[in-house]
């Protein structure tokens, strides 16, 4: 595909991901950071924050399904998750976890199911969405292209 | 300027690492993911003081978060501000929540500031200015000049060294 028709895919799938409110101002702030020293770098941050909110989607999973929850490990990887979303810019998904806060501060095993339903929804959601993103950059720069800026 | 930069989520690591030496070099970071380790980097193991090996790593800041597993950020800062030897090195606390109450306990026991989550380039000017107010080192090898000698804008090329930061 020629490499102007790539751009403008990218940029709008791009600017829809912004307007979905799926990514915030921090995800720009992290592609801001990237230079070719660190050519790499949101892809590298990215990644860890899916290895980090899989790890912890399932520990969240599994001390949900206690016969006894222990609220406060909840809450503990809540507060990791909603840390490590708000530092990519996965607004949605932050989102949820500030709800799933107030839901294990109420001790309510009940909400915090649901709320660790939603997360995971979302989670997938925008890994999904930036897995697309990436794959988008990847085809400009094999097609001898530069992946244009969003700012 | 070595930071000792503590926080056990990875991907908050990697952005103050990247952060951190954006800054024309002025940092080098040593990360650990524990305020355990944050000890052992500053020469220090739980509840012992071997005098010896005190900030061996010769680290000029720490920049550790709050919450985390085990021993908080709070409990590393009072370990550090209870240390004779190592009271003078600035500790910044860092959280994704921005509660007063925290804020102010931090501050009360000698936290030199508390920055919000995510972590910005703005946090990094100020991080320059807690680590230019740092003593000379007793042991001499690191600070040449005393800092008011040192030109707010100096350029780090001209530095005799760059400090190093331990990002652990």
Same mark, same amino acid.
């Given at each position: 595909?020629?490499?102007?028709n790539l751009q403008r895919r990218y940029l709008d799938f791009a600017s829809t991901l912004f307007h979905e409110g799926f990514l915030d101002n921090q995800f720009t702030q992290l592609q801001q950071l990237q230079d070719e020293s660190s050519p790499e770098f949101v892809l590298e941050v990215v990644t860890l924050f899916f290895e980090d909110s899989e790890k912890l989607l399932d520990e969240l999973s599994?001390?949900?399904?206690?016969?006894?929850?222990? !609220?406060?490990?909840?809450?503990?990887?809540?507060? +990791?998750?909603?840390?490590?979303?708000?530092?990519?810019?996965? +607004?949605?998904?932050?989102?949820? =976890?500030?709800?799933?806060?107030? =839901?294990?501060?109420?001790?309510?095993?009940?909400? =915090?199911?649901? =709320?660790?339903?939603?997360?995971?929804?979302?989670?997938?959601?925008?890994?999904?969405?930036?897995?697309?993103? !990436?794959?988008?950059?990847?085809?400009?720069?094999?097609?001898?292209?530069?992946?244009?800026?969003?700012? | 300027?070595?930071?000792?930069?503590?926080?056990?989520?990875?991907?908050?690591?990697?952005?103050?690492?990247?952060? $951190? /030496?954006?800054?024309?070099?002025?940092?080098?970071?040593?990360?650990?993911? %524990?305020?355990?380790?944050?000890?052992?980097?500053?020469?220090?193991?739980?509840?012992? %003081?071997?005098?010896?090996?005190?900030?061996?790593?010769?680290?000029?800041?720490?920049?550790?978060?709050?919450?985390?597993?085990?021993?908080?950020?709070?409990? $590393?800062?009072?370990?550090?501000?209870?240390?004779?030897?190592?009271?003078?090195?600035?500790?910044?606390?860092?959280?994704?929540?921005?509660?007063?109450?925290?804020?102010?306990? #931090?501050?009360?026991?000698? *936290?030199?500031?508390?920055?919000?989550?995510?972590?910005?380039?703005?946090?990094?000017?100020?991080?320059?200015?807690?680590?230019?107010?740092?003593?000379? #080192? /007793?042991?001499?090898? /690191?600070?040449?000049?005393?800092?008011?000698?040192?030109?707010?804008?100096?350029?780090?090329?001209? #530095?005799?060294?760059?400090?190093?930061? *331990?990002?652990?």
């Amino acid at each position: 595909m020629e490499i102007g028709n790539l751009q403008r895919r990218y940029l709008d799938f791009a600017s829809t991901l912004f307007h979905e409110g799926f990514l915030d101002n921090q995800f720009t702030q992290l592609q801001q950071l990237q230079d070719e020293s660190s050519p790499e770098f949101v892809l590298e941050v990215v990644t860890l924050f899916f290895e980090d909110s899989e790890k912890l989607l399932d520990e969240l999973s599994r001390t949900l399904n206690q016969q006894a929850v222990d !609220f406060k490990k909840v809450d503990a990887h809540v507060h +990791q998750l909603k840390g490590s979303s708000a530092s990519i810019g996965a +607004q949605r998904v932050k989102n949820v =976890c500030v709800a799933f806060r107030n =839901c294990c501060e109420e001790m309510n095993q009940e909400g =915090c199911l649901r =709320c660790l339903r939603q997360v995971r929804n979302e989670y997938f959601l925008v890994k999904n969405k930036l897995e697309t993103l !990436f794959a988008l950059e990847q085809q400009i720069v094999a097609a001898g292209g530069s992946v244009p800026m969003m700012w | 300027m070595r930071v000792l930069v503590v926080d056990d989520s990875p991907v908050d690591r990697k952005i103050a690492e990247m952060l $951190l /030496k954006k800054n024309g070099g002025m940092f080098e970071v040593i990360p650990v993911d %524990s305020g355990i380790k944050a000890l052992e980097v500053l020469g220090l193991n739980e509840g012992k %003081s071997e005098r010896t090996h005190i900030n061996e790593q010769k680290i000029d800041i720490v920049l550790t978060d709050y919450f985390m597993p085990h021993m908080t950020g709070y409990d $590393l800062l009072k370990t550090v501000k209870e240390n004779s030897n190592l009271r003078s090195i600035p500790v910044v606390m860092m959280s994704s929540e921005n509660d007063p109450e925290i804020i102010s306990s #931090c501050k009360g026991i000698g *936290a030199e500031d508390f920055f919000v989550k995510p972590f910005k380039l703005k946090d990094v000017q100020r991080l320059r200015t807690y680590a230019a107010k740092t003593p000379m #080192c /007793k042991h001499g090898t /690191k600070r040449k000049l005393p800092v008011d000698v040192i030109p707010e804008n100096s350029s780090y090329e001209s #530095c005799p060294r760059v400090p190093k930061v *331990a990002v652990a």
